[in-house]
């Protein structure tokens, strides 16, 4: 298992936009979400073990934070070709069997990890009201086998951050996770 950092996109960012179909075929846009208060893209997969070691905490980290007006969003870009525990079917199970309340959309094309410059999964990245970036870095210091427990520290530092109208620390600690595995 290859540990890949995130790149750390820089803070201020708009958004790059986006317009995905998620698991039951809908289509979800970034203007969806227009107006809420926070906006969370997170870049997740199936079948990487760090995400399989957090999926519980992101599905609870959005059923704690969505009833507060954040918009939480998951996005696959792995190739389902030559990772087909990734292809859209399967990424309907999960969310069923993980319990997510999120949209988990498919990015076939690659494009949209490209332009968040996704590195690995899982990637996070929060944006504030207007949709520029305030946050991307790890969930919390749990990794696989470290013993640490997933409470999405850090992560949930930023959210409750910006929903109290304060500022988000910028002593980021990039994510770590396996690479998005690229076409």
């Not at 107006?35 to 199936?46: D, E, Q, S, T």
């Not at 519980?56 to 792995?78: C, E, F, K, T």
């Not at 870095?137 to 109290?164: E, K, Y």
């Amino acid at each position: 298992m290859a540990l890949t950092p995130s790149t750390m996109l820089p803070l201020g960012t708009k958004a790059p936009t986006f317009s995905l179909p998620d698991t039951g075929g809908k289509t979800i846009a970034l203007d969806d979400f227009k107006g809420a208060p926070a906006l969370l893209v997170m870049f997740i997969c199936n079948h990487c073990p760090f995400v399989k070691h957090v999926r519980s905490g992101l599905a609870q980290l959005a059923q704690d934070y969505q009833p507060r007006q954040v918009a939480v969003v998951g996005i696959s870009s792995n190739d389902a070709t030559a990772f087909p525990d990734d292809s859209p079917d399967k990424m309907a199970l999960e969310a069923k069997d993980a319990g997510y309340t999120f949209p988990y959309l498919y990015d076939e094309s690659q494009a949209i990890a490209k332009a968040y410059q996704a590195a690995c999964t899982p990637d996070f990245f929060l944006f504030d009201r207007s949709q520029k970036l305030i946050y991307r870095g790890q969930l919390d210091d749990s990794r696989p086998s470290n013993g640490i427990p997933v409470t999405g520290r850090d992560l949930r530092a930023a959210l409750d951050a910006i929903l109290a109208g304060n500022s988000v620390s910028a002593e980021q600690k990039p994510s770590i996770g396996c690479n998005i595995k690229w076409k």
